[in-house]
């Protein structure tokens, strides 16, 4: 390591940095000498720095984008041969609702969770139960299937409805 007396500019070579105060041998001088910064340090730096910003934009071009989508994927209507009684492990009647959903924009997106309905015959909500889709993520134009048993009791319902639950 190389330091330089401050009032005379005396060099010295040493092997490692002093952790205290040194005396010049040509003029006396006392000083601390500083610590230079590495140009591996600095390069480190800004290279994180670099990487930090780039990381920074490519969030807020993500969620510019998702937020600003006029198109999002798709349920399928529902109808008789998506909807089914079944029996459970316990002989109880269950309704099955399956569907797909399809990606209609030519980006890749996000899916929310799934929110099936249920009505009775004066259209009041008997139950409303949310899903976890089958995928996170749905391509452009693709389509992916769901398949859901409700726990609602199936003799009072009269329709189903189900929608893409959209974060807030």
Same mark, same amino acid.
């Given at each position: ?11 010295? !070579? ?10 010049? @041998?040509?003029? #006396?001088?006392?000083? %601390? ?7 591996? !340090? ?8 670099? @990487? $930090? ?37 316990? #002989? ?6 399956? #569907?797909?959903?399809?990606? !209609?924009?030519?980006?890749?997106? #996000? ?34 299937? $769901? ?7 199936? %003799? ?13």
């Amino acid at each position: 390591m190389k330091i330089v007396c401050d009032f005379c500019k005396t060099e010295y !070579t040493l092997n490692k940095r002093p952790n205290m105060s040194v005396k010049c @041998a040509v003029c #006396g001088h006392v000083w %601390t000498p500083r610590v230079p910064i590495s140009q591996k !340090t600095l390069i480190k730096f800004i290279a994180a720095l670099c @990487a $930090f910003i780039s990381a920074c934009i490519f969030s807020f071009v993500v969620i510019v984008n998702f937020n600003n989508s006029g198109n999002k994927p798709l349920i399928t209507k529902l109808d008789e041969k998506n909807i089914h009684l079944v029996s459970d492990e316990n #002989g109880n009647n269950r309704i099955f609702v399956s #569907g797909d959903i399809t990606n !209609t924009t030519n980006d890749i997106y #996000g899916l929310p969770n799934i929110v099936v309905i249920s009505y009775d015959d004066k259209d009041n909500v008997l139950s409303r139960q949310t899903f976890i889709p089958p995928a996170t993520l749905i391509e452009a134009k693709t389509t992916i299937t $769901f398949n859901y048993m409700l726990s609602v009791n199936p %003799t009072n319902v009269k329709r189903l409805t189900v929608e893409l639950k959209e974060s807030k």
